[in-house]
């Protein structure tokens, strides 16, 4: 039974991902046949990602809700508390990006060639309204839908610590490239307990926006504003210097948020405790089964691709 549990999801996952490819490469290829969907970034941006969003995502949750029997309590989280868990999402992100970079550079020496870093193509590639469309609101709210609503009540009853860790690793897996894969791990780690603990969607669809809208269109802003401001010998000295200034406020707020993480973590770590669950068979049931080994090669497919 629990080995069907977790095969069950491993298939669900597997839908969601090969149905959404599937979409994205049949898609343009029909509609390049009319006009080139690569010339307007809302018509790429619609072509890429609106058919998995209100295709495979609907039709993958509810396939994992089939066999979902149990869910976390309900309960509300004071404001404060929750903006807190931002800083949090911030340190796992650093050192996530941190371990990435190893990983990269490590392929890059191996390889002679650096991995394909597709966020940073999108993010060049994008204008900030249709960025704030798919990447800040839809994007979270199809991410939370199916990587924590769906995929941790399915596994909730098995306990909070199986939950977190399948919905942190398989929500990264799935992004298919190490530069994303170890903070999206980390995030994702956070806004599983988040849900485990309130039970309640748009706590997780909040943070998630509010960290993505920071990484996606704000820093990026940031960077370009300051760039601006900085260059060129036709601007004035006080130009070129509220450029400089603009660009260390920031980064020092992005820092202190980075330090404030790292201390609510380590002044959290020693009370916290997993809330334990239904015992497993065996470690074997939660990996050893048809629909987890089928996600598996799925995602390590994606990751050599991306190399």
């Known amino acids: 039974m629990q080995r069907k549990q977790f095969s069950h999801l491993g298939l669900s996952l597997c839908v969601y991902f090969v149905l959404t490819a599937a979409l994205q490469w049949c898609i343009p290829i029909v509609c390049s046949q009319w006009f080139d969907v690569t010339s307007n970034v809302w018509v790429y941006f619609s072509v890429m990602y609106l058919p998995g969003y209100l295709l495979a995502a609907p039709y993958a949750y509810i396939l994992m809700r089939m066999r ?8 509300n989280i004071a404001p404060l508390k929750l903006l ?13 990006n941190f371990l990435g970079n190893i990983v990269n550079t490590v392929i890059t020496l191996c390889t002679g060639r650096a991995p394909d870093n597709t966020i940073a193509a999108l993010v060049d590639y994008a204008s900030p309204l249709p960025m704030l469309v798919f990447v800040v609101i839809l994007g979270p709210i199809v991410e939370e839908v199916i990587f924590r609503k769906g ?4 596994l909730y009853p098995f306990g909070e610590k199986v939950a977190v860790i399948f919905s942190a690793v398989l929500f990264a897996a799935l992004h298919g490239n190490f530069y994303q894969f170890f903070y999206a791990a980390g995030v994702g780690a956070v806004l599983a307990l988040l849900y485990c603990r309130t039970g309640k969607l748009r706590y997780t669809i909040f943070l998630h926006s509010l960290f993505n809208l920071l990484g996606s269109i704000v820093s990026p802003w940031v960077l370009s504003i300051s760039e601006d401001l900085s260059a060129g010998s036709t601007l004035s000295l006080i130009v070129g210097l509220m450029g400089m200034l603009f660009s260390i406020l920031y980064s020092g707020a992005m ?12 002044r959290t770590r020693k009370s916290f405790r997993f809330r334990p669950g239904i015992p497993l068979q065996s470690k074997t049931v939660t990996f050893c089964n048809v629909g987890i080994i089928f996600l598996s090669a799925i995602s390590l497919t994606l990751f050599i691709l991306n190399i």
């Not at 979902?68 to 309960?75: L, N, Q």
């Not at 868990?85 to 996530?96: D, K, T, W």
């Not at 995929?151 to 399915?154: G, K, N, S, V």
Request: a positive charge; hydrophobic letters at 60%.
């Open 255 to 266: 820092i202190a948020l980075l330090v404030l993480g790292i201390v609510l973590i380590v």
């Open 68 to 75: 979902t029997v149990g869910v976390p309590p309900r309960r």
């Open 151 to 154: 995929l941790i009540d399915l």
């Open 84 to 96: 807190s868990c931002l800083p949090v999402c911030f340190a796992a992100m650093y050192a996530g």
